[in-house]
């Protein structure tokens, strides 16, 4: 079974930048995957998508400061996130889509200081 590993959260101020990477144990070429978040009190929302052709979606919410992309030679998923804003602060899990209950990791913590 593929196992999911979240990395590159941190703190940040207002407007800085941070690269979030989801690494793979196997092949997800094929797979659709995504990156989720979740805020203290608030539910688990998509932040953004990609198929395995390469096509992406953004909530509205992050759309224009956040990329994602992904290395199928790595097996690998980024999150570019820019211009951060104190409401980008959350836990944030890679998955694939529609999610699977199996493949929820530890995700990484981002904290955006105002």
């Known amino acids: 079974q593929v196992q999911l590993v979240e990395s590159g959260g941190g703190l940040v101020q207002a407007g800085g930048s941070l690269r979030l990477s989801c690494a793979a144990s196997?092949?997800?070429?094929?797979?659709?995957m995504a990156w989720y978040r979740q805020a203290p009190g608030k539910q688990r929302e998509r932040v953004a998508y990609?198929?395995?052709?390469?096509?992406?979606n953004y909530a509205d919410s992050v759309k224009g400061r956040f990329t994602i992309s992904r290395d199928n030679a790595k097996n690998t998923v980024y999150l570019q996130m820019n211009n951060l804003k104190p409401e980008d602060t959350a836990a944030y899990y890679c998955?694939?889509?529609?999610?699977?209950?199996?493949?929820w990791g530890q995700g990484t913590q981002v904290t955006v200081s105002s």
């Open positions: 196997g092949s997800i070429s094929i797979r659709a």
């Open positions: 998955n694939f889509l529609p999610p699977e209950y199996d493949y």
């Open positions: 990609i198929s395995s052709l390469g096509r992406t």
